[in-house]
């Protein structure tokens, strides 16, 4: 536009914010959730125009990264997401630090019920001789947890579950790998 003038600079964003020093500081690692924020790009626009008072909102949070810097800059937030994973990955969030419980995988390792979950294709996603493995750690999960030992388990059966699966490990998203050839 005649008679104005545009000042562009480069920035890296995973630089440019104080209160977020990594992209895997604190909580913002916990999962690989697909197509996740990193959290410097939320920061940044918080840090540099967010006032006191002010709330957030993301209707397709995810994993819940926007919420959790929010958090960090002491705004107010509210997340929405179709997936119900993030109200327990917020729940995690929010959990208050107590003493590991060491014997939690002899316990796994002794229960004795199996939880299947009610899929015709189970075998599809995960080899077979891995099954009876997955399920008993979920039996525990469903049949013995208590709530605080449910939070500390989710996200390591979550990723034991996908380890071991058809899927490649560095593909976020759940789907059975082309490279897979079964019987
Ligand atoms: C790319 S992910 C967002 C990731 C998020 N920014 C984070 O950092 O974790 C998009 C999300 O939109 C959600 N989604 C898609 N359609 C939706 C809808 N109609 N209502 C609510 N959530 C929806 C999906 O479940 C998915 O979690």
Known sequence: MAGSKTLEHEILLRKAVLKIPSSNFGVFSL???PAKFT???PAFVMEN?????????DPFAGFGTVG???????????????NPLLE?????CEMEPKPLDKSLVDKIKAHPQEFIPDWSNLEYWHPVEFISLLSKAWGFY???????????????????TKYFSYADEKVHKLYKSKYTHVG
């Open 142 to 160: 469903h049949q013995a947890a208590d709530e605080y030992t449910k939070k500390l388990l989710l996200v390591p059966l979550l990723k034991l």
């Open 68 to 82: 959790y810097t929010a958090r960090v800059y002491g705004l107010e937030y509210e997340l929405w997401d179709l």
């Open 39 to 41: 959290p410097q790009v």
């Open 31 to 33: 999962y690989k959730y």
């Open 49 to 57: 125009y967010a006032k006191k008072g002010m709330k957030v909102f």
């Open 88 to 92: 327990y990955f917020h729940s995690l």
